[in-house]
């Protein structure tokens, strides 16, 4: 059978068209996320006419005079019952422009562990405050956190603006509040928008009620935000996932469309995390250590002169080297030496403590290795007020939703690069041996947060800006 | 150097080199996986993406079809060539055989849906599968947009939506107890119209009903129901012959058509955007039993 489409005309095509954008939104109780998120989507066409339907009747049921947006990003049956979002949700929305994966962080239940997790992927970090409070504790502990995780731009809508009869002053008094704070946590790319997600102000459409704001609508700002060049641009990583030797000549049908190999063919499998690559570029194998040139960058789709971060590939190289799954294909400056004492921030994601002496799993990369905590250096104390940077606390474990300083002994010495550089290979897991349940995300290197305290010892921050 | 080089990736290139990744990871660190297989349009895209990720070596894994033995003969034959196509072989898991001996009884609605979940998990222990792919997307369903990436299934194949462990960065951890198994969701970040659009662009096949034909259909709970073999007409059908394509190809007895016109990909494309019916609301009978009735099939491990 011949299995080809019945139509081929031109269309969507793999290189051209939009581009994806990863968001996670982060707030405290009734800042009304829930409505910004069901705004986004109702705005942008994304939702449809049996879900808008189901939220009408629902909310009819419940008393009130029209469609609750908020109830178009309720999930499970509990958090129906209970008004309340327990887990990461993750919504899609398109424009012509970009396509938009938004984690959805609920503000209260395990703030720590779902903000860390939506931020862990996110480009942008979307924080809300209602305008009639300002910058709250959470404000601070949410974008701490996206500082943190090093997520490349964050915005801060100030919502029911509609409250505060569309008061430019409240606006300029919580964004210069927000300013403060951005710079106390290192975040450099920030910017504000004022907005009522229930009145749809500035959310897709721009609001003739503040006219005394000209930038862009959150939507707007999304559609425009620069996007992953950083990842682009810095060093070439490969986390090799397999090694690739077809053992038969046997070619399927659907492989007459790709390139023809030879017996002896021998490539490495993975997803390139950052950088780009290219033909004869010298690489270096790590931990081991060993040289190489790349060769080729193969896929069924045809070789490729050039690849880039999110791409996943099959590289070849022109020497025979020895390589396994695990090992990292990097590019010759600067890669990351090997070590075995790993020193990081860990965010604590499990219910069990970690205490000094545990012995765990780190899962860095493709490659797990195994790790005993040789000793925990501090507790970030995220109660910290405006202009100030939170400060390392001495204890003796971490319980959940903390954020630690801790040191790992390694049991193979491991090539991970400080996370304030590289996002992907910066980053590790942490699992337990018995399990197999993630414990804890770790962040190797220096904090950017407290980067002068933290890299010689874990004395309280000073008041005042950071590096 | 040429700036535009280094534009970001496309969406469908994102998307396409995120699922290669999840499933490398998965035959690189499980014992037995197995890819979950109909021939329905999401489970073809899935195999595709397997057939590219591991090229030019083969797809390292079996392929498993639950089959209700009320699927649409169209789409059962498209299966088997597909699975030839893509150099493939498939494991069949019959709900029939479990009807005929007694260890599955019909259900007064008719719909043998739910009836798939005991047939799966007999499959996946009997293989000792430890993985097992499946093409279910978050944008399907509220319940299935907590459902990680890896998710966790316990001994009795059961889905814990409260308990599920963080997924972070795209470093997924696939470590489970013996007994236990883990469903493995490579498109989740793909929506309806990606699916389509990545079929266009990447000129795969699909089972002739997902494009316009002319079929004899009767309006039912306001959704078109085909009149054949496993949904005969009652008293009281009105039949008509209307030119439908389905947006999904479940089991006949809980799958509407849609009316449309869409005889190409690209047709469908400009359909599927201009939508207004979510596709599981559209044509799934089995997702209207309860409010919460994905959640609770998945709790009990369907697919």
Redesign the interface.
């Known amino acids: 059978?011949p299995?080809?489409?019945?139509?081929?005309?031109p269309?969507?095509?793999?290189?051209?068209?939009?581009?994806?954008l990863r968001l996670a939104t982060a707030g405290s109780v009734d800042d009304g996320k829930s409505t910004l998120v069901g705004r986004l989507l109702f705005d942008t066409n994304s939702v449809?006419?049996?879900?808008l339907d189901h939220v009408e009747q629902v909310s009819k049921r419940r008393g009130l005079d029209r469609a609750d947006l908020a109830l178009l990003t309720?999930?499970?049956?509990?958090e129906?019952e209970q008004g309340i979002t327990?887990?990461?949700?993750?919504?899609?929305f398109?424009t012509p422009a970009?396509?938009f994966?938004l984690a959805d962080c609920p503000g209260h239940v395990q703030y720590t562990?779902n903000t860390?997790?939506g931020s862990?992927?996110a480009d942008v970090i979307v924080l809300l405050v209602d305008a009639r409070k300002g910058v709250v504790e959470q404000t601070r502990r949410h974008l701490a956190v996206a500082s943190l995780l090093r997520v490349p731009h964050v915005v801060l809508v100030v919502n029911k603006i509609d409250l505060m009869n569309y008061s430019e002053d409240a606006f300029i008094a919580i964004a210069t509040d927000f300013a403060l704070l951005a710079r106390s946590l290192g975040v450099l790319e920030t910017h504000c928008i004022p907005v009522s997600a229930t009145e749809g102000d500035n959310v897709v459409t721009r609001s003739h009620r503040t006219p005394w704001y000209d930038g862009p609508t959150v939507l707007g700002y999304l559609e425009n935000v620069d996007?992953?060049?950083l990842a682009?641009?810095a060093d070439f990583r490969f986390p090799v996932?397999?090694v690739?030797?077809?053992?038969?000549a046997?070619?399927?049908?659907?492989?007459a469309r790709?390139p023809e190999?030879n017996g002896d063919?021998r490539g490495y499998?993975?997803?390139i995390?950052s950088g780009?690559v290219r033909p004869g570029d010298e690489v270096v194998v790590l931990p081991r250590g060993s040289h190489a040139v790349v060769e080729a960058i193969d896929?069924?789709d045809g070789p490729l002169d050039?690849a880039?971060a999110?791409?996943?590939v099959?590289i070849r190289l022109g020497t025979d080297v020895d390589i396994s799954?695990g090992d990292i294909i990097a590019a010759t400056d600067a890669p990351p030496a090997p070590i075995r004492d790993l020193s990081a921030t860990v965010s604590w994601?499990a219910e069990r403590e970690l205490t000094v002496g545990a012995r765990v799993?780190i899962?860095?990369g493709?490659s797990i290795t195994k790790a005993k905590v040789s000793s925990i250096d501090g507790v970030l104390d995220l109660d910290f007020e405006s202009g100030t940077v939170p400060c390392w606390r001495p204890v003796t474990s971490l319980a959940l939703n903390d954020i630690g300083r801790i040191r790992l002994a390694l049991a193979s010495p491991l090539p991970i690069d400080s996370y304030r550089e590289h996002?992907?290979t910066g980053?590790?897991?942490i699992?337990?041996d018995t399990?197999?349940?993630?414990l804890g995300?770790g962040l190797a290197g220096s904090t950017p947060l407290t980067a002068k305290s933290a890299d010689t010892q874990y004395q309280p921050a000073q008041q005042g800006k950071t590096s | 150097m040429n700036t535009d080089q280094l534009r970001p990736l496309t969406e469908l290139q994102a998307l396409e080199s995120e699922s290669i990744h999840i499933i490398r990871e998965v035959a690189a660190t499980f014992s037995s996986p197995i890819m979950l297989f109909s021939g329905g349009k999401d489970s073809v895209v899935m195999v595709h993406l397997a057939a590219k990720a591991f090229w030019p070596a083969p797809i390292p894994f079996q392929l498993l079809h639950v089959d209700t033995g009320h699927n649409f003969p169209e789409v059962l034959q498209f299966r088997d060539q597909a699975v030839d196509f893509y150099g493939a072989s498939i494991k069949i898991a019959a709900v029939q055989d479990y009807i005929d001996d007694g260890r599955l009884r019909e259900r007064p609605d008719g719909t043998r849906n739910p009836l798939q979940t005991l047939p799966l998990l007999d499959a996946i222990t009997a293989g000792r599968h430890d993985a097992v792919f499946g093409g279910g997307r978050r944008d399907e369903e509220r319940a299935r947009a907590k459902e990680r990436v890896f998710s966790m299934r316990d001994e009795f194949g059961q889905w814990e939506p409260r308990n599920q462990r963080p997924e972070l960065w795209s470093l997924y951890n696939g470590r489970h107890l013996p007994g236990e198994h883990v469903r493995i969701f490579p498109l989740s970040n793909w929506t309806e119209l990606d699916v389509w659009d990545y079929i266009a662009a990447e000129k795969i096949n699909l089972p002739p009903i997902y494009y316009a034909h002319e079929r004899e259909v009767t309006l039912r709970d306001g959704m078109w129901i085909a009149i054949t073999e496993v949904t005969p007409a009652r008293a009281g059908d009105v039949v008509e012959v209307h030119s439908v394509r389905y947006r999904t190809v479940g089991d006949m007895s809980c799958t509407a058509a849609i009316l449309s016109a869409a005889s190409t990909v690209h047709d469908v494309i400009t359909e599927v955007g201009l939508s207004q019916l979510t596709e599981r609301g559209a044509t799934r009978a089995d997702d209207r039993l309860s409010e919460a009735a994905m959640e609770d099939r998945k709790r009990e491990g369907y697919f």
């Open positions: 059978m299995l080809r489409s019945p139509h081929s005309p269309g969507p095509n793999l290189t051209g068209g939009r581009t994806l449809l006419a049996d879900t309720d999930g499970l049956r509990a129906r327990i887990d990461v949700a993750y919504r899609y398109a970009r396509k994966i562990r860390v997790t862990s992927t996007d992953t060049r682009v641009g996932q397999h690739v030797r077809p053992q038969s046997a070619r399927a049908p659907w492989a790709a190999v063919y499998a993975g997803k995390e780009r896929t069924p050039l880039v999110g791409q996943s099959v799954r994601l799993l899962q860095h493709t996002r992907a980053a590790f897991i699992v337990d399990d197999g349940w993630t995300a």
